[in-house]
């Protein structure tokens, strides 16, 4: 066991503090990894928090990882020191289930350990990435390729997947109409990639403020949701909606912006329910969707995706006694597009 630095939420909803977490020693499959940099995820703030039900706390959050490897265990295959890696939402899965098996380790039907606020398979909790150093499985290691910067890679491990897994599953491409709800870090993940697959691609946001920016990011048309006019010219239009919202939508009224078998995929994860009429479904024969992260091999192919077009976050980098301050900014939608902690200030 090793002794690092971290920053830890001590109990729900309680500031981030500067603390120290013991690593576990690197064994047969292992990889320790010296963190350079750590994206702050709405989800991180979700689990702080609570919102999503009862929690582990201390908390480490931190599940966009960039960093080197430092120390590989006797049996690590697919690493050497020095490399550049990345780790995501996911530490370990069953890998024997249906799921684990076809590269979909995010729906393991056993039960999947998240990187923090989970129980690992030595029963112990999982720290996530506001730390110095991870220990993870060479299996749930991610290569970062040449070309793309640690610090812009970061946010990829899940901004990045959590918004390229639905774009290619449900075929973002030439000739399809995309809307993108939400220019956060999902939000202007989704743009970049939907632009790079070849989609016409439509911003949805509250208002008109990051407009520029959104048309910069390769977006061909931006709305505001808080002119209802928007709903009125837009009725029809997409065929996919990808809604990354942190908060409880009026589903009804993006189900009308779809064509008739259009697609409206949520990723966003509020803490409340919603209530949507069926009839808004029936009528055009819609889906109404979701889809979480991503699965290792596809986390690859997305970060590979993203070196071949040059891609990677919108990021602000801050140091790690910033983050309460980037977690009010986060809740206020004042991010562009990403925080990135310098893991190197912890
Ligand atoms: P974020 O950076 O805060 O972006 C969310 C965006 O949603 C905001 O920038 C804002 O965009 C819009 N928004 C916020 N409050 C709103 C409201 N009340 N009404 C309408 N729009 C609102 O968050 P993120 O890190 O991208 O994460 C977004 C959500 O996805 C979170 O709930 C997170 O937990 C979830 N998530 C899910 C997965 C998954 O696997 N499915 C993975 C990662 C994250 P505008 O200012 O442009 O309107
Ligand atoms: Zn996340
Ligand atoms: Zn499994």
Excluded at 31 to 60: K, N, R, T, Y
Excluded at 85 to 112: F, H, I, P
Excluded at 267 to 278: D, F, W, Y
Aim: proline share 4%.
């Amino acid at each position: 066991m090793t002794t690092v630095a971290a920053y830890a939420v001590p109990a729900a909803k309680a500031p981030l503090e500067r603390t120290t977490i013991e690593r576990r020693a690197v064994g047969e499959h292992d990889i320790l990894i010296d963190i350079a940099f750590s994206g702050i995820c709405h989800s991180d703030i979700h689990q702080a928090h609570e919102g999503w039900g009862e929690a582990i706390f201390p908390m480490v959050p931190g599940h966009e990882i960039a960093g080197i490897v430092a120390e590989v265990g006797p049996g690590v295959t697919r690493y050497a020191v020095g490399d550049r890696v990345g780790v995501g939402c996911l530490v370990d899965s069953c890998r024997t289930c249906e799921n684990c098996k076809a590269g979909l380790e995010q729906y393991c039907t056993n039960g999947n350990v998240g990187t923090y606020n989970s129980i690992g398979k030595d029963g112990e909790p999982t720290y996530g990435g506001y730390a110095q150093t991870i220990v993870v499985d060479e299996n749930y290691v991610l290569r970062i390729p040449e070309g793309i910067g640690l610090d812009e890679a970061a946010p990829l491990l899940c901004a990045g997947v959590t918004t390229y897994s639905p774009l290619r599953h449900w075929n973002a491409g030439p000739g399809k109409k995309v809307a993108v709800v939400g220019l956060g870090g999902l939000g202007h993940m989704a743009v970049k990639l939907a632009h790079a697959l070849g989609a016409e691609v439509t911003v949805l946001s509250q208002s008109l403020r990051k407009r520029e920016d959104g048309l910069k990011l390769g977006a061909d048309h931006y709305h505001a949701t808080s002119d209802p006019k928007t709903f009125e010219e837009l009725a029809g239009t997409f065929d996919l909606i990808l809604s990354t919202v942190s908060a409880p939508l009026d589903f009804a009224a993006y189900l009308r912006l779809l064509r008739t078998d259009g697609a409206l995929v949520n990723v966003g994860a509020p803490e409340e329910p919603i209530s949507l009429s069926l009839f808004s479904v029936m009528d055009g024969r819609k889906t109404l969707a979701g889809s979480g992260i991503g699965g290792i091999p596809e986390t690859q192919e997305m970060l590979d995706f993203c070196a071949a077009h040059g891609l990677g976050a919108e990021i602000e980098v801050i140091r790690a006694d910033q983050i309460n301050e980037a977690y009010e900014r986060v809740l206020a939608s004042d991010v562009r597009y990403r925080f990135v902690i310098d893991v190197s200030t912890i």
